[in-house]
């Protein structure tokens, strides 16, 4: 526990490690999901001392936070972990309609509590931002959730910088929750500054690019049916990134560490980054992703890091 860390200026702990579990019960986003081997991952996750989790309604629309509240209820250990959950969009006819009104976002709230079986959500996000609710309004309806201790923290997602600002007009955003990998860096230039002015936890998402930025990828790779579609697999991009890749693969080598761990731990050098929610879809690589605690970095590796994906 000596390593864990504050979420922003919050008093909620979380080992900097915590799991994404959009690949538990996420149906909607990963075919042939195993909703055992996902509350297995949630368990084995726990166990290992991983208090942080990461999930939504948009993951199997509630199906995610159904299977971890149960985890949870089987172990009895409610307080011991850190729940991130996100609000919305709900899908009607099969089209995303986001909505952050007062009145969906309380309503919503209690729906949650009841899949995830608690009285209390640790960190709850907006998922995505609407057109036409102000943002200081949406989130002054959390504060009210919060100040009646149905959530202890406030998160945003998917907002842009100048939503972000709006949001946090009266202090109340405690985390960010944006896409930001080694190939993709924008958050560095208005993000990061902002965020840490202002004690707000950055969470990245898609730190592996999907698992492109665990090594396990070549050129001549046969990409799975289920990363097709993702703008990470394109045949050029794709490509860029395995190259870039291999130029990291052989430090890893040489730290004898593997690549994931690599990438993982040089996010944990950014000090705007609080804690990283890589997913997994099997246990063992919820326990290879931990072992990135083990992992230092020298500043001039952090700087090579840095130089291959600049
Ligand atoms: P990610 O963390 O970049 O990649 C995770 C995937 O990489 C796993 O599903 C697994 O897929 C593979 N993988 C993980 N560890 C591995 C290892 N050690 N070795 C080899 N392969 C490994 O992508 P993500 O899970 O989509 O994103 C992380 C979390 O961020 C999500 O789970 C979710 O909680 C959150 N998220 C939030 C938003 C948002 O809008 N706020 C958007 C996306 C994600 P395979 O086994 O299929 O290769």
Not at 197 to 211: D, M, N
Not at 282 to 288: A, E, G, H, P
Request: glycine share 8%; charged share 30%; aromatic share 10%.
């Amino acid at each position: 526990m000596e390593n864990f860390v504050p979420l922003g200026k919050t008093d909620i702990f979380v080992n900097p490690i915590g799991l994404g579990a959009n690949g538990v019960g996420g149906h909607n986003i990963h075919p042939n999901l195993d909703e055992k081997e996902g509350k297995e991952l949630v368990r084995v996750a726990i166990d290992n001392g991983i208090n942080f989790i990461d999930t939504a309604y948009y993951y199997g629309l509630g199906r995610s936070e159904e299977l971890i509240g149960e985890v949870m209820k089987e172990m009895g250990n409610r307080s011991d972990v850190i729940i991130a959950t996100k609000i919305g969009p709900k899908i009607i006819d099969g089209q995303r309609i986001i909505d952050n009104s007062p009145t969906f976002l309380k309503e919503e709230v209690d729906k949650c509590l009841k899949r995830l079986q608690t009285d209390y959500i640790d960190l709850m996000y907006i998922h995505f931002p609407d057109e036409h609710t102000p943002k200081d309004e949406a989130i002054g309806a959390l504060k009210e959730l919060k100040d009646e201790g149905k959530i202890r923290a406030i998160g945003v997602s998917n907002f842009t910088y100048e939503e972000l600002l709006e949001a946090n007009k009266d202090g109340y955003v405690d985390v960010y929750q944006g896409h930001y990998n080694l190939i993709r860096r924008e958050a560095e230039t208005e993000f990061f500054p902002y965020t840490l002015k202002h004690s707000i936890a950055y969470i990245p998402y898609f730190p592996l690019a999907s698992g492109l930025l665990t090594g396990k990828y070549a050129k001549d790779t046969e990409i799975p049916e289920a990363r097709k579609k993702s703008p990470f697999f394109q045949k050029e991009t794709y490509n860029a990134i395995v190259e870039k890749v291999d130029r990291l693969r052989k430090m890893a080598e040489a730290k004898e560490v593997e690549v994931a761990n690599l990438v993982l731990a040089w996010y944990l050098t950014q000090e705007a980054i609080t804690a990283i929610i890589p997913g997994a879809k099997r246990q063992d690589q919820v326990s290879n992703n931990l072992k990135t605690a083990n992992v230092t970095l020298s500043e001039e590796e952090k700087r090579q890091i840095d130089q291959i994906f600049k």
